[in-house]
T-cell receptor
């Protein structure tokens, strides 16, 4: 079964600074990887996903993530953080499945942005 | 138009009561889910339905009973509510026509508080 680890529970960055949120996955085959963002009181919104091909994927809101098979990682990055990026970020892994296997989510990383 | 809508947004109730949460999606998706997010933000799958048929039933107490009258609706009924049921419950949907994980569309959540 697949699993996801997000090592950082809470990260604080200054507005305009760069951001990297870590995600490590465990899965025996090629994973399908996602990053979701949850704003306070809201559901989750997809930022980006990786299925195959180019290991650097671009998402919405200026986010990108890089799949590194050798490190079992799919870290999320943004070159310049905006105050509106403050939210909870979830990494998720899915599997190619004969039946329906739901996405497995990490425990999330809360991002705080300071002036 | 809201793609995945769930009601109510907030639900406060006494222990022992029975309550329902409703979910509707207007995306034409085949698969719907219920996720539970605990106080530590951990998201865990509860149920998955595909075309009104139960596909996944994780280790959830049988006090929780999902019902899918049609593929656009997946309601969650909870009997004999307990304090530990307090959480945010998210409905989600996806198109499962292809057997790889697809993007999940989430509702905005129902915050359940059991007193």
């Amino acid at each position: 079964a697949q699993s996801v680890t997000q090592p950082d529970i809470h990260i604080t960055v200054s507005e305009g600074a760069s951001l990297e949120l870590r995600c490590n996955y465990s899965y025996g085959a090629t994973p399908y990887l996602f990053w979701y963002v949850q704003s306070p009181g809201q559901g989750l919104q997809l930022l980006l996903k990786y299925f195959s091909g180019d290991t650097l994927v671009q998402g919405i809101k200026g986010f990108e993530a890089e799949f590194k098979r050798s490190q079992s990682s799919f870290n999320l990055r943004k070159p310049s953080v905006h105050w509106s990026d403050a939210a909870e970020y979830f990494c998720a892994v899915g599997a190619l499945r004969p039946g329906n296997t739901p996405l497995v989510f990490g425990k999330g990383t809360r991002l705080s942005v300071i002036a | 138009d809201t793609a995945v809508s769930q009601t109510p947004k907030y639900l406060v109730t006494q222990m022992g009561n029975d309550k329902s949460i409703k979910c509707e999606q207007n995306l034409g998706h085949d698969t719907m889910y219920w996720y539970k997010q605990d106080s530590k933000k951990f998201l865990k799958i509860m149920f998955s339905y595909n075309n009104k048929e139960l596909i996944i039933n994780e280790t959830v107490p049988n006090r929780f009973s999902p019902k899918s009258p049609d593929k656009a609706h997946l309601n969650l009924h909870i009997n004999s509510l307990e304090l530990g049921d307090s959480a945010v419950y998210f409905c989600a949907s996806s198109q499962e026509g292809i057997k790889k994980p697809e993007k999940l569309f989430f509702g905005s959540g129902t915050q359940l508080s059991v007193l």
